[in-house]
């Protein structure tokens, strides 16, 4: 299939044909804030003709006849909002609409809507950006929350063509810096960060919110570079069954269910997910896999008994995969063997969660959460065997307390135990056993009327046993001249001991001839942040703009780096080092059904090493860029979606023949139709099927067995692959 081909296909595949028919579509927005309204109704009064407002905050109603109609727009806890509006024959109208916030009242209670937002959340101080579950499920085809990130602005989720792992890094850090929460909860840390998030189904997720930098004292005081909070779909008496199934040329496949309701009388959740590669894939037949072989089966199951007074939920998760790649040959009997390289990954969890919720009581709101993780890591990496197991078990009580309507305080007594036990033979100790209480307190102030100027600020304060007691400082400045800008100057303090099998380069690299020193401290950093966020609403069209620049100053820095020979790997603490850089993301979309993504960062990190020479850190790209074209048919259902990614270059060690990795770019393409409650995707992915030069692969001259140059691993070994997807959705009437 040559280029010019390919491009016929792209333009086939975003411009059909469209059908000629009255179309009345909308844009619906808080009045207040700006932000989208999602799931918000539109119905033509005196007709059984409507829509709910899409991730976007669009609706559509299609094949009307012209026309005078009555369009009312609703949603729980908003005012309605009524227009009357005119339609001729083959005409598209758009409109825009704003609705008041409100509230219901019944006698003397008063409840008030659970909003969900999508983008940049403008009521948030902190800067944080919320995807929404029904947006991740349209973007990750493949049932896998980590397919559904790909391509996010600012948001690095590059896997290891070799190890298989996806961490989220930010802010030109790489995944170890991110704080992974779930409803809260950071049980996602150390071994989880990089082997337990590749099994998470999008289907689970209720919306994603993604904090970058670290303003917010609510997130640990590892959360370096930001973090992400997996809000759950909550469990629910009604009945409904969802389900996706995928399958690439590869034989990779992905089956995902979820039901809730199955009792009809207790609200619960199942989900399950079981993804595959059970074909070694060898495409340039040199021997090597392209992309790891593996199994993984992830079950969750969320339980809310109904009590009298306060909301109770319960979960847990099983989690379990195999990985292997290598040289093709390879089998069983050659685990651990010189003679025939091999990575065979076995990883095992268990979550356990729970939370209660304390009804309201006017101006104070409390509530108790505690979870549970076993992880059990098992690999080879060559000869280098590596066994890991963690045991972490987490407490916190929060509560907030609205003092007027200028003033409110967070306060969380928190409690965490974290074990760790592998049988690295390292000069420094990896071991340790932490418990680990905290405090942490958070004021909002409203500095002017109309909420023009907020800040706030407060402090974690945390005893670790080796270390003493830690205070952990962080702010947010946030001005808002009006409901569409926004300008956060945002600061504060890290702090994280060091543990080197959770840096994702380790994970790259692997254990075998390893130089540690004797003792590597912990790190600690000093963050600051300015971003600007725009949006402008127009009757056809809206734009967001949203730019940041960021700096991160360490001491302590833990440094990974490859040495001069293949195959070695130098771990230090730098005395200085830093991270700075910005990103801009620009996002247009039309009431005719068209988006277009843009951005891209711009970032270096630099360290001074044990001779006190500046250094250039590998593995981190120099920039990135992505870009997005979505065109949405509203009559046909049909989604047709191109994208890119493009990476810069990274900086290589002495030795490898060049100094940088080169830039490459990705492209994308999917198409989809839907129906009622059926979706039919199918994708081409790295379209033009771009695969790195370099073999990270060497042969000893000596022996001839094999050595891997883990740092010549910045790119994909698996060219084009196309994928075809079903999913469906099921809800009792």
Known sequence: MNKRTISIIVLAALFPLQLCAGVLRGMVHDQDTGDILIGATAVLEGTQRGAATNPKGWFSINNLA??????????????????????????????????????????????????????????????REVIPGEELRERGTDGKLMTALAGKTGIRTKPCALC???????????????????????????????????????????????????????????AIAGAINLVSVKPARARTLAGSISANNNAQNTVSLSASGLTGKLPMRISLLNSAEPN???????????????????????????????????GGRVYDERRFAGETKWNKSDRGSADVYGREIYTKRNELSARYDAPS???????????????????????????????????????????????????????????????????TKT???????????????????????????????????DYGTQVVP??????????????????????????????????????????????LEPERSVAGSLALNRQWLGRKLGFSLDVSTFYTYFSNKLILR????????????????????????????TTSGWTFDAGGR????????????????????????????????????????????????????????????????????????SWKAVTLAASVKNLFDWTQPDDPYLRDAETGNLILDSSLIYGPLLGRTAALSLSWKWNEK
Request: charged share 20%.
């Open 562 to 589: 490859n040495g001069h020979m293949a195959g070695s790997t130098i771990y230090i603490n730098s005395d200085f080092a830093y991270s700075a850089g910005t990103e801009l993301q620009g996002t247009f979309t």
């Open 164 to 222: 298989g792992s996806m961490g989220v890094g930010m802010q030109g850090l790489d995944p170890s810096y991110t704080e992974v929460n779930v409803d809260g909860m950071p049980v996602l840390s150390g071994l989880g960060t990089l082997y337990g998030m590749d099994g998470l189904s999008v289907s689970d997720v209720k919306e994603l919110q993604v904090t970058k930098g670290s303003g917010s004292n609510l997130f640990g005081s590892g």
């Open 66 to 127: 012209a026309g005078d109609y009555k369009l009312r727009v609703s949603m729980i806890g908003y005012e309605d909002y009524t227009k009357e509006v005119t339609l001729t024959q083959d005409d598209t109208l758009e409109i825009h609409m704003a609705l008041a916030p409100g509230a219901l009242e019944l006698g003397e209670v008063n409840i008030e809507a659970e909003r969900q937002h999508s983008g940049l959340d403008n009521t948030s101080t902190v800067r």
């Open 474 to 519: 962080r702010g947010t400045l946030l001005w808002r001249p009006d409901l569409a800008t926004g300008v956060r100057l945002s600061g504060g303090a890290g702090f994280r001991p060091v543990s080197i099998f959770s840096s994702e380069e380790a994970l790259m690299s692997g254990f075998a001839d390893v130089t540690v020193p004797a003792k």
């Open 280 to 314: 070694i894939v060898d495409e340039d037949n040199n021997g090597l896999t392209d992309t790891p072989k593996y199994r993984r089966f992830s079950g969750q199951i969320g339980v809310s008994p109904v009590l009298p007074r306060g909301e109770l939920r319960l």
């Open 431 to 465: 071991d340790y056993l932490w418990d680990t209480p905290g405090l942490t307190l958070e004021h909002t102030l409203q500095l002017a009327s109309e909420n023009r100027w907020t800040l706030q600020g407060g402090s974690k304060f945390e005893y670790w046993k």
């Open 602 to 673: 711009l970032s270096q990190v630099r360290y001074e090493d044990e001779h006190q020479e500046m250094r250039n850190a590998e593995f981190q790209n120099q920039y990135t860029l992505n870009f997005g074209l979505r065109k949405g048919f509203a009559r046909s259902g049909v989604t047709a979606e191109l994208s890119n990614a493009v990476y810069g270059p990274q900086f290589l060690p002495a030795g490898r023949g060049r100094d940088k990795s080169p830039a490459y770019v990705i492209w994308d393409l999917g198409l989809s139709k």
């Open 361 to 427: 009581s006017g101006s104070f709101h409390w509530s108790v959460e505690g979870a549970s993780a076993m992880h059990d890591h098992d690999s080879w990496y060559g000869t280098a065997h590596y066994r890991g197991q963690q045991t972490l078990i987490l407490g916190k009580f929060s509560s907030q307390k609205t003092w007027n309507e200028r003033n409110s305080t967070v306060g969380e007594f928190s409690y965490n135990h974290e074990e760790y036990d592998d049988n690295l033979a390292v000069a």
